[in-house]
């Protein structure tokens, strides 16, 4: 049952980081140790689960999908969206400083306990280098105008998805930058079940194909990998600079002459709990692993 709890607080951590374009909620799966074991229950969805459905061996086919992680996990996610997504969207209007500070904090405070099992030579830290490099040049795309045609909507979900599941780079800033955000919300409020189902398809589709990939990459190189994604939420830091004016990063004294004030004490505030947080997610799980270990 605790496990069960778990993994539902983290999808909830998963989903709220979601929600804010900049953030990814592959980073928190990242953060919390469970990346590995999510993208190992996304590519078990394959011709095995085909066969264990078709024979109504569904015992076994959740046990081979993980299902009871995958449903407390996503069920943390969609709870996140539908519960946190109003207050989200008000933070980001009326008190962006403190948000973007809390994210800093969370992610700053988790970074020595990602890097910290890595066994680091050359190329790893060339990777580590060129991680941080490509999410801050994707970070300064400008977002474009567009008017969709109906194929861009599974690209839309394509691309997002695949940014979903990778630390460090956001869906729906990528969404943003194509020019796809408004659009989608758009196609959400107006219920277009036909375009929302292409986007679905999308985000499916890239769901099966990037996760098999990660996958793959992670048991050829294990701690390369680790080194180049740790590298690409450090870099991602660059977007969530809290003083922004129009996407512009800003000195705090330049966004207090234009808006009043830098609202630093509220920053650090902000930035002290995200860093408390993310350390008691953290101190949680070793607390149920304990629980676990001495029931054994």
């Known amino acids: 049952m605790k496990n069960y709890l778990q ?12 929600i804010v374009p900049g953030v990814s909620g592959g980073t928190l799966a990242f953060i919390l140790g469970i990346y590995e074991r999510f993208l190992g229950a996304l590519t078990s969805f394959n011709m095995i689960a085909v066969r264990l459905l078709l ?26 969206i539908f519960s946190l997504a109003n207050l989200i969207v008000y933070l980001l209007e009326y008190q962006p400083v403190p948000l973007w500070a ?17 066994k680091w030579n050359l190329l790893r830290s060339i990777l580590f280098v060129l991680g941080a490099i490509f999410a801050m040049l ?10 969709p ?19 460090g780079i956001s869906g729906s800033f990528l969404l943003l930058i194509m020019g796809m955000y408004a659009p989608i919300t758009a196609a959400v409020s107006n219920l277009q079940f036909g375009t929302l189902a ?6 499916v589709t890239g769901l099966m194909i990037f996760s098999r990939i990660l996958t793959y990459a ?14 690409i939420v450090l870099g991602a830091l660059f977007r969530i600079w809290p003083w922004q004016i129009d996407n512009e990063l800003v000195s705090p004294a330049a966004y207090a002459e234009q808006f009043g ?9 902000a930035f002290v709990i995200g860093a408390l947080v993310i350390q008691g997610l953290l101190q949680l799980e070793k607390l149920f692993k304990n629980d676990t270990e001495q029931k054994a």
């Open 7 to 18: 993994w539902m607080i983290k999808g909830i951590a998963m989903g709220t980081a979601d």
């Open 55 to 80: 024979r109504g061996k569904f015992k076994n086919l959740w046990q081979h999908i993980d299902g009871a992680f995958l449903l407390c996990l996503f069920g943390g996610i969609l709870l996140a």
């Open 102 to 118: 809390f994210f800093n904090g969370l992610i700053i405070a988790s970074l020595p306990l990602l890097v910290r099992n890595i």
């Open 138 to 147: 994707i970070t300064t795309l400008t977002p474009m105008q567009t008017n």
């Open 149 to 167: 045609s109906a194929w861009l909507f599974f690209g839309a979900g394509f691309i997002a998805i695949c940014a979903m599941i990778l630390p």
């Open 198 to 203: 292409l986007f679905a398809l999308g985000c």
């Open 218 to 231: 992670l048991k050829r190189a294990h701690d390369a990998m680790l080194a180049l994604l740790s590298g």
């Open 261 to 269: 004030s830098h609202q630093l004490g509220y920053a650090v505030l």
